[in-house]
């Protein structure tokens, strides 16, 4: 049997990878979505949350597609897709932050199993910005000078700083926070094991993904979330 070639083989990998990370979102997101557009019952989205919800699914089709255009060796429209990418991920810091506090400020307690404090809530989605967005911005700063870096960190600003909220939304993982942690761990974890195994070495993008994702898992944010330092901090923005 013919040996798969290093390069084939790591375009299957982020390729999968986007896929994996879409199906996710669609599981997390889409019942929840799907609930409130049929049942007359629920209450309504506002617009900002249309708008969110959008550009984040803008962001993971984006993301499949410029994988895929790599895995086809289509490089020059995947540069000329970039800007548009580059745009799109500064409007998702932005609308992050901005849902974020709207949705404090209207007392919604968050995706892990409706927490009751909205203020602990409001830490789960504040701090994905603080993983995605130096992420995304160290990614774009090395997309020409250093390919293999800016894949790794774009995969990691998605999979750690956008997961959480899909994974915690999830009908299985409602109210499981080990659960969340699990999954958002092996998602995390994925590219740097697939280099150890593939390479026997870590490329070193993945030390400044792995050191902000570790630092701000999930159930670290809760616990910030609960203390009375974020309760001030949280409430002198809104």
């Known amino acids: 049997m013919a040996a798969i070639h290093p390069i084939a ?34 209450v309504p989205l506002t ?3 249309h708008l ?10 984006l993301f499949v597609v ?12 995947h540069m000329r897709l970039g800007a ?6 500064f409007l998702m810091i932005v609308l992050g932050f901005w849902v974020t506090l709207h949705a404090a400020r209207n007392g919604f307690g968050g995706p892990l199993g409706g927490l009751p404090d909205p203020i ?6 504040f701090f994905d910005m603080f993983v995605f967005a130096p992420l995304f911005i160290a990614g774009l700063l090395c997309r020409r000078r250093a390919p293999e870096a800016h894949r790794r960190l774009m995969l990691m600003a998605t999979v750690g700083g956008l997961l959480g909220a899909a994974i915690g939304r ?18 995390v974890l994925a590219g740097p094991a697939y280099d150890l195994i ?41």
């Open 170 to 187: 999830a009908p299985m993982f409602i109210g499981h926070p080990y659960r969340q942690l699990v999954l958002y761990l092996v998602l």
């Open 84 to 89: 548009s990418g580059a745009a799109l991920g």
């Open 120 to 125: 602990q809530a409001m830490a789960i989605p």
């Open 47 to 49: 617009a900002i949350y």
């Open 66 to 77: 410029q994988s895929a255009l790599i895995a086809r060796g289509n490089r020059a429209l």
């Open 9 to 42: 083989r790591d375009r299957t990998f982020f390729t999968t990878m986007a896929l994996v990370s879409t199906l996710v979102v669609v599981l997390g997101f889409g019942p929840g979505f799907f609930r409130i557009v049929t049942d007359a019952t629920s």
């Open 198 to 238: 593939t390479r026997r070495r870590m490329h070193p993008a993945y030390l400044l993904a792995l050191l902000l994702c570790l630092l701000l898992l999930p159930n670290i944010r809760l616990w910030i979330g609960s203390t009375q330092w974020w309760h001030a901090l949280a409430g002198a923005l809104f």
């Open 52 to 61: 969110h919800g959008a550009v984040f699914a803008l962001w993971m089709m």
